[in-house]
């Protein structure tokens, strides 16, 4: 730097001005506006220094990479394009080593006869900043100096795959493993830990090291804003655990985490709702505990039939969107199951038939209702247990004296034809629910007469017994008389 040496940027750039002054060649000076590199946490300008490094080779395997990744599923599909944009963006190959204390050292010795770099043999963790090297250099010395510089972090945390599928340390596991089912993770590091994993997992085994990637968006600040340490507007996991509990964080991550689209805002009072949705669930659970399980011979009714085809509807619908790792569609189907067909509608109207205090319901038909009560609640607590697994545990393991995890995930009966559709099941209830909160009656109060579509008359026994109807008409048009 001659005459420069020795001083800060800043103060290099003051003595060249002054310099330039005493020689008279300072033609003129102002301020201008320009980009400039700065650094992302500390926002101090960052100056770059040419230094040698090792690198590996990647501009020349890009075309491979893309190729190899063509036989990887990415979940949801459009995150694939992420990948493909970074490995197209590629220009240089990729710098390994770094001058930092902590992390993986670069186990090559520099020869001070020749200078030539000495890799040591391969199988043992080397540190050449304290240890000698192991091997004499080829022109026969033995004097060497240890590498001082460590590798870039994701250069060996690619290899996490391999670490798992036991690679050159047990040929039978790994030929019967690999590849590794599933990389979850979030969209954020697939430029590195994705793109790095499937590059140097390549380079040793020439294979796609996954089946499938699913890739997370992330949970922005309430106003939507990218939470960030130096902006402030962190919210901490910790105190939302410790104010509404991890399970109903996880139901409201599924809830709003929708792999279709992108990142979603942290909502306080959505996750309270989420722990509404689990008060529900503890209740719904607590009032079929409180009967036994049916014994002797089972009549299912309509109503049943009904209910038990609707939890196969959501049987089938959540199979399948589990196997995309699609926990959202799955959530908010279950929540509104729980909540509305099962709770609101059904437990509604067949209540009268569990308890079966006027005995207007045979032993069967009660049995009937009991069965189907439990019919759905192992169900739902099965549906729902890959999303909140400890209170689904739980409740499983008071009722069942089984760990719910050790279940078969549930596969749901044939399909059942049913007269009524569930919007025309639950806007008939709620049309008479109504009529008596119009008149300021409670919803236990006598309907002295109606008159319903035929397709309800399966259920006949279960409205008349719900609603208090004392006549019961068929006709194309819906009336009723309070
Ligand atoms: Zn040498």
Not at 44 to 66: A, C, H, R, T, W
Not at 78 to 93: A, G, K, L
Request: proline letters at 4%; aromatic letters at 12%; glycine letters at 4%.
């Amino acid at each position: 730097a001659g005459f420069l040496k020795g001083l800060k940027i800043a103060e290099a750039r003051q003595k060249m001005i002054e310099l330039l002054k005493e020689n008279n060649l300072l033609v003129s000076q102002k301020q201008v506006i320009h980009r400039t590199p700065i650094c992302e946490r500390s926002k101090d300008p960052i100056e770059f220094i040419n230094m040698k490094e090792f690198y590996l080779k990647q501009v020349e395997f890009k075309e491979k990479i893309l190729e190899i990744s063509e036989k990887i599923n990415f979940f949801a599909p459009e995150s694939r394009q992420i990948f493909v944009d970074w490995v197209n963006s590629i220009t240089i190959d990729w710098p390994i080593s770094r001058r930092r204390y902590y992390a993986t050292e670069v186990p090559v010795w520099h020869c001070k006869k020749c200078n030539e770099i000495i890799v040591p043999p391969k199988g043992k963790y080397y540190r050449p900043w304290r240890e000698k090297c192991p091997v004499k250099c080829k022109c026969g010395s033995t004097e060497a100096e240890g590498d001082i510089r460590v590798f870039d972090t994701w250069f060996d945390s690619s290899i996490s795959p391999l670490y798992i599928l036991k690679y050159e340390r047990d040929k039978e596991f790994f030929a019967k493993n690999s590849r590794c089912s599933l990389r979850p993770q979030g969209k954020e590091i697939i430029r590195t830990w994705l793109y790095y994993t499937i590059f140097k997992c390549y380079l040793l085994t020439g294979k796609p090291i996954f089946k499938d990637v699913w890739i997370n968006h992330h949970i922005l600040d309430e106003k939507g804003a990218k939470m960030s340490k130096s902006v402030g507007n962190v919210i901490d996991p910790h105190e939302l655990l410790e104010k509404y509990g991890a399970e109903p964080f996880r139901l409201w991550c599924a809830i709003e985490g929708n792999l279709d689209s992108q990142d979603f805002r942290c909502s306080y009072e959505r996750i309270e709702g989420a722990g509404k949705a689990l008060t529900k669930l503890w209740n719904v659970a607590r009032f079929v505990s409180m009967f036994p399980k049916p014994e002797g011979n089972i009549n299912l009714m309509e109503l049943d039939r009904w209910i038990i085809n609707e939890m196969n509807k959501l049987i089938n619908e959540a199979r399948i969107k589990y196997e995309k790792y699609d926990f959202h569609n799955p959530a908010i189907a279950l929540k509104h199951f729980l909540f509305e067909t099962f709770a609101s509608h059904y437990l509604e109207l067949v209540k009268g038939r569990v308890y079966n205090d006027n005995k207007k319901f045979s032993k069967e038909e009660q049995n009937g209702a009991l069965y189907t009560l439990n019919y759905c609640l192992e169900n739902i607590l099965k549906l729902f247990a890959p999303i909140i697994p400890f209170i689904t545990y739980k409740i499983y393991k008071d009722l069942e004296g089984k760990d719910i995890h050790r279940e078969e995930f549930p596969k749901a009966g044939e399909k059942i034809e049913i007269q009524f559709t569930e919007e025309e099941l639950t806007e008939l209830n709620s049309a008479i629910w109504k009529t008596k909160k119009e008149k300021g009656l409670s919803l236990k109060a006598e309907v002295k007469e109606i008159t319903l579509d035929k397709k309800f008359k399966g259920i006949e026994k279960d409205l008349i017994e719900a609603h208090s109807i004392k006549k019961i008409n068929y006709g194309e048009k819906f009336s009723i008389v309070i």
